[in-house]
T-cell receptor, first 111, second 112 residues
């Protein structure tokens, strides 16, 4: 019930393309869904986050789509750039404040 | 600017040694966390602390202990290091329970 499943494990996209990473959760008590971005040699950093009262949140080229009934959420990176190459983690939390992370997706954007 | 620092970027220890990993945050955050990161497994919570001298077990606490004597400092202790504790260890802090977690750069620990 506490798991967050993330796919794909790795993704290769051409520059200018759309990168899509998907996550699914089981615990309906989760009410906060952040995405973290991690560059090599660095710790993860918050990229964008959503709460279940909205179905979509957009910040620049990054969009979270949220489907409460399906218990799924996804990250879309529009016009992907080589500088977006990183590992991305979805996460979820409820009233405990503890984050449950997905397994991570390594994104490579080819020039 | 938000800052979480970890005492070492790389550490090599021998099996059976006692290992201390230190984490310091300068944001006056209440909550601090220790995770380990392994390929294909994501980040898994080892322990967290929501106040000085308070600690809670995370999902994988076995073989680890923690100490938080001061608000800004959270230490992870491996009482007797084993090879299966070779991993990347990440410290994080947050203002409150549901707030953004800020991560340090990580310590890559190798146990031989």
């Amino acid at each position: 019930q506490q798991q967050v499943k993330q796919s794909p494990q790795s993704l290769i996209v051409q520059k200018g393309g759309i990168s899509i990473i998907n996550c699914a959760y089981e615990n309906t008590a989760f009410d906060y869904f952040p995405w973290y971005q991690q560059f090599p040699g660095k710790g993860p950093a918050l990229l964008i986050a959503i709460r279940p009262d909205v179905s979509e949140k957009k910040e620049g080229r990054f969009t979270i789509s949220f489907n409460k009934s399906a218990k799924q959420f996804s990250l879309h990176i529009m016009d992907s750039q080589p500088g977006d190459s990183a590992t991305y983690f979805c996460a979820a939390s409820g009233n405990t404040g503890k984050l449950i992370f997905g397994q991570g997706t390594t994104l490579q954007v080819k020039p | 600017d938000v800052k979480v620092t970890q005492s070492s970027r790389y550490l090599v220890k021998r099996t059976g040694e006692k290992v201390f990993l230190e984490c310091v945050q300068d944001m006056d955050h209440e909550n601090m966390f220790w995770y380990r990161q392994d390929p294909g497994l994501g980040l898994r919570l080892i322990y967290f602390s929501y106040d000085v001298k308070m600690k809670e077990k995370g999902d994988i606490p076995e073989g680890y202990s923690v100490s938080r004597e001061k608000k800004e400092r959270f230490s992870l202790i491996l009482e007797s290091a084993s090879t299966n504790q070779t991993s990347m260890y990440l410290c994080a802090s947050s203002l409150g329970g549901g707030d953004t977690q800020y991560f340090g750069p990580g310590t890559r620990l190798t146990v031989l």
